[in-house]
């Protein structure tokens, strides 16, 4: 029987926070990088996702909510 646990994908919370905080999902990239490569490139690709969404969004709120 194979008993062998598959954890190797980054619980939805980590997502949204690795893609809402870059930062976050660097250093969780490099802290899992080694034992969970999956779970480290999803946190990875939500990281520097999370960059460009939060210039655009920035630049939206800055130029028509704000003003």
């Not at 893609?19 to 660097?26: I, T």
């Amino acid at each position: 029987m194979n008993t062998i646990q598959n954890n190797d994908k980054l619980p939805m919370g980590l997502t949204v926070l690795s893609n809402a905080l870059p930062p976050v999902g660097f250093y969780l990239y490099y802290r899992f990088r080694k034992a969970f490569p999956k779970k480290a490139r999803t946190a990875l690709i939500n990281a520097i996702l999370g960059i460009p969404i939060g210039i655009i969004g920035g630049y939206v709120l800055q130029t028509y909510i704000l003003n």
